[in-house]
């Protein structure tokens, strides 16, 4: 591992500007992805700045909803009263990341800008695209079974590998930033990118930006996560889905659906949520919806079972939230 | 990068400079000599280097030192005494909640950590609805415990172990 210089930022202000000014800093939360990383040698930080130690760690009502501080710890998230009651597809997605032991190290700024675990991009012997701009994709056309089927570029296949990030992306969740040029709010949407032809950037932050919170807005209806994966337990998801439902009536009068492990970036099915809006809550209905989601995908032959997968579990956990609905 | 850091280390208080390189974990085996961690992967997958920093059960080997100067931590060793089990120990000798025993510091520290998760109400992925209380089933120790490792497979015991541990 390179030698690296250590600082403990004592304000976010000052965090920024440590980082800002040297293309070879980088921040340091849990550490969970990036000291991992370090000794991987995927990357090589000549400074490490701490921002544990910033007052960026409690859960709060916010402007009708709630306000997470980006260094609250994800056990901490997905045991807090608030998440729990007012958005139990947060808490549901976070306990079905990782194991006990990295859940109170983790946090939330540090679980958003986590990196895919493509094994190719995890090992230096190989050429990828993601790792070192230019060098190839291994993935498309060797072991991608794990990897993406919607929003894929030729040049990459990765997956974001987040459950949080993937219900945080069914609530329409707001990501407040300290940059270099001030503040910025960034919806979460626009937070994560797709691989297109520079598969090097996972986000759209410029370097030197530092996530301080994460904003939820208020909630109505029923909201769920269901994770699919080759373990019951401690294991990435094949699919995931996170959706929030509000059927009144009969009538779906709000739908919000977000898939995970099938896209470089958490992935809102625009698609079907425009198609059930306004319309009748029947599972022909979601059949129908997640399948004309599903219409873009384009697997390999390794994953192209995630196509189904994925299409039959956001079919289930609609029904299900329809059962609890009424 | 050179730097010092202090630790309670097992009630003691430890001072070492080392390069801002070292782990946790390598802090405490090669320049402490606190072998109760155990490194396994090293990559924060196998739990054999859980140790309780400042009271929570965490994995030792993907945290830089330097980052948690001034912490408190709480290894196996620390725990009990071969004279003195502690309550969770005693329970994994019991049930021989192991076998090699390379994986049971992190086993017994994860387990000490993982009922004060439950008893402070913490969900988990097999709590049936995130709002309500977990209940201390063996289905919750099971799911709670994923991140620790036994290439023996002693699972069975361990899941006992901790339930007599935790009170029958």
Redesign the interface.
């Given at each position: 591992m390179r030698p690296f210089a250590f600082e403990r930022a004592t304000d976010a202000q000052a965090a920024v500007a440590l980082v800002a000014d040297r293309p070879g800093a980088a921040f340091l939360a849990g550490g969970t992805n990036l000291v991992d990383h370090m000794k991987l040698g995927i990357t090589a930080p000549e400074l490490l700045v701490d921002v544990t130690r910033l007052p960026l760690d409690t859960v709060q009502e916010h402007d009708g909803g709630v306000r997470i501080g980006a260094g609250v710890r994800n056990s901490d998230l997905s045991a807090h009263p608030l998440i729990r009651e007012r958005y139990p597809v947060l808490s549901q997605a976070l306990v079905a990341g990782a194991s006990g032991q990295l859940r109170n190290l983790a946090t939330t700024a540090g679980n958003l800008l986590q990196r895919t675990r493509c094994v190719y991009f995890q090992d230096r012997t190989t050429p990828c695209n993601k790792r070192e701009p230019g060098s190839g994709c291994s993935a498309i056309g060797g072991h991608s079974r794990d990897l993406a089927v919607l929003g894929v570029s030729e040049h990459c296949i990765a997956t974001h590998p987040s459950d949080m990030a993937v219900a945080m992306a069914a609530l329409d969740a707001v990501v407040q930033t300290q940059g270099p040029d001030g503040p910025r709010s960034i919806p979460i949407g626009e937070l994560h990118r797709l691989p297109g032809d520079t598969p090097e950037h996972d986000t759209t932050l410029a370097h030197g930006e530092l996530i301080t919170a994460v904003d939820l807005p208020a909630v109505a209806g029923a909201s769920a996560y269901r994770k699919v994966r080759d373990r019951s337990s401690y294991a990435f998801a094949l699919v995931s889905v996170a959706a929030v439902l509000d059927v009144t009536a009969g009538t779906i009068a709000d739908v919000r659906i977000a898939l995970g492990g099938v896209a470089h970036k958490p992935w809102r099915a625009a698609t079907a949520e425009a198609r059930l809006r306004g319309g009748p809550a029947t599972e022909e209905a979601f059949v129908a919806a997640a399948g004309a989601e599903l219409q873009a995908a384009t697997p390999t032959v390794d994953n192209a079972f995630k196509v189904p997968l994925a299409r039959n579990t956001i079919v289930a956990v609609l029904r299900d939230l329809c059962t609890r609905e009424h | 990068?050179q730097?010092t850091i202090t630790l309670t280390v097992d009630g003691q208080r430890r001072t070492a400079t080392v390069?801002?390189?070292v782990?946790l974990l390598d802090l405490l085996r090669e320049h402490l000599g606190v072998v109760a961690p155990k490194k396994g992967c090293?990559?924060?997958q196998c739990?054999s280097c859980?140790v309780l920093?400042d009271g929570?059960?965490?994995?030792t080997c993907?945290?830089?030192a330097?980052?948690h100067d001034g912490a408190e931590i709480t290894t196996a060793a620390g725990l009990g005494t071969a004279d003195e089990p502690h309550p969770m120990q005693r329970a994994f000798l019991d049930h021989d909640g192991f076998q090699c025993g390379y994986c049971t510091p992190g086993q017994i520290c994860?387990a000490v950590?993982?009922l004060a998760?439950l008893e402070?109400?913490?969900?988990?992925?097999v709590?049936r609805?995130?709002?309500s209380r977990p209940q201390r089933t063996p289905a919750e120790i099971?799911?709670?415990?994923?991140?620790?490792l036994c290439r023996c497979g002693a699972y069975v015991n361990i899941v006992a172990a901790i339930e007599q541990a935790a009170g029958g």
């Open positions: - | 990068m730097t390069d801002t390189r782990t090293d990559h924060g739990g859980t920093l929570r059960r965490v994995t993907l945290a830089f330097v980052q994860s950590g993982m998760e402070a109400g913490w969900p988990s992925h709590t609805d995130v709002v099971r799911e709670r415990m994923s991140g620790n």
